[in-house]
Structures are given as C-alpha cells and as structure tokens.
C-alpha cells in the first residue's frame, strides 16, 4: 500500500494529505461509474410477473361498452332530395347540407331577381364548396346545359331571361369589383391581386397570377377566361442607373441583396450601359434575367 502511495505521490506530485484523500475518492468514482451498468445488466435478466396487470387489462376489456360499427363512422347525415334552387326554402337547402349563410346567400340572390337556368349556375353562388355541388349534382332539378330553346318547366312559365355575356377585361386596368364578380375571388383575393400588379408594374403574362398568394389553379383558370393582357402594353419600369436601394427592393422580383449589389455595380463601375450588363453581376441568372428584363430601363 505504501508502494502504491509513493507511485501516486510521485506520479501527480500530491502531498500526503492529497494522496490519502485521492486513494479514498478513486474506488467510490469507480463505483459510481460502474454501479448503474452492473445494476442494468442485473435487472435485464429478471422474470417479471404482470398476471395481476393482464388481468385487470382483461377486466378493463370485458366491461368495456364498444359503440355500434355504424356510429364509429362519421358519415354524412344531411337528407338528400331533388330540389329545384329557385324554389327551395332555406330550411330545405340547410337539410340538403348547404350551410346557413350560403342558404341565405341563395335566397338573397332570388330575392334579387336572380334565377338557376341549369345546374352550373349554382356556382356562381360565392362560397359553395365543390365538393357539396358535385354530391348534389344527381338532385338539382334543372337542365345540364342551355341547348333548350325553353327553360325547364320546373321554372315559372314567364319568358326566358337570359343573363348577359361575359365579356372579357383588361387585366392590367382591372377594379377588385372586376374581380370579385368571378367564382371563387372574394374581396381579400381581389385586393391582394390588385396590390400585387401595382408592386410589379403590371402583368405582362398570364403566368404571374400563379405568384400571387392565395390563389390556386382554378382561380387562376378563371381569370385566364375572363381578362387579357393586351400585346402593347408595357409595365411600369424601374430606372437601374437611377433607383435607390429601397426603391429597387420595393420590387417582388428584386431581393435586397440583388438591389445592393446593383447600387455596388454603379459604384464600382459606373452606370449600366445596357440591361444585358446586368447579368454581369453574379446574382442574375439568365433565366431571372428574362423573367425580370421587362421591368426594367437605363434611365427614366
């Protein structure tokens, strides 16, 4: 033992307190070290009786009040009827599933003269889910298309009205009351499209709807049908020898950093002899460069 005091006292330099004290600690670390594994080891190769939890678990099992197959399925419990919309009270479109505020919808729409002449027509109503107007589609009592000369007989027998023709809008000159007027635009989509074309300049291709928030691929259709872009229009450009850091970042193609690295061109090498040099900076690809070219100008 005293061999072993003189190794530790020589090896760490301890003094003879520190190496009695060292001695003393070394086997209670090295079973605080070893004492979990040895005891996790020990406990893994133990029998273990759960009899009394299994049967409590069977108990708990056998006293247990399962519902019928049937109520376990969350099935639609709306009554399904041939219904003609131009009739149909409120009471009996809420019990054919539409909820109460398209209800009333409905109803305010007939109260304004407004008529259902086939069943698409159902979807001019704002708000009505798809997928209730395809479940329906077998109930409506009305015509699938307008290849009659007289509307259903189910209508009152008063001469046909028929509504006006669409005609096409300019895009780029468009109102939000243009643009709610189309299925599936209400007034938040119609201001974020309206707010979208001023921040860009102006659409140049049907293409760009697709980057505007909100709006999915039937919308998108819509609008495609509905409006134009007229082939000499020209966008609203931003003068890069001329435009700030802010003023070029205000731009929803422009990210700060390509507008600092544009002003950082002009101060290095002096003002953009032509838009192609923009692609002399290493940000711009060439296909942002297509996408972005025709916002863009020398000089104002």
Known sequence: MNRVKAWVRSFFSLSRRETNAFL????LMLLGIFIIPVYQAWQSHQTHDFSSETKALDSALANWRWADDD??????????FNFNPNFA??????????PSPLARRIDNYR?????????????????????????????IELPESRNTKRVANTLETKPEIKPPVRTKFDLNQADTAQLIRLYGIGPTLSQRIVNYRNRLGGFTSM????????????????????????????PKKIAINEATEKELAAHPYITYNLAKAITTYRFQHGNFQSIEDLKKI?????????????????NH
């Open 71 to 80: 109520s376990l399925v969350s099935g639609d419990t709306h009554e399904l």
């Open 207 to 234: 293409v760009q709807l697709h980057e505007v928030y909100g709006l999915d691929s039937a919308v998108v259709s819509e609008l495609e049908k509905a409006s134009f872009i007229t082939e000499e229009f020209q």
């Open 89 to 98: 009270s409120v009471q009996e479109l809420e019990t054919l599933g539409f």
């Open 24 to 27: 003393i600690l070394l086997p």
């Open 111 to 139: 109260s304004k003269r407004g008529k259902f002449f086939i069943k698409s027509d159902l979807l001019k109503i704002y708000g009505l889910d798809s997928s209730l107007y395809v479940k329906l589609y077998p109930y």
């Open 282 to 298: 290493a940000l711009v690809n060439e296909t942002f460069y297509t996408k972005i070219k025709s916002y863009l100008t020398l």
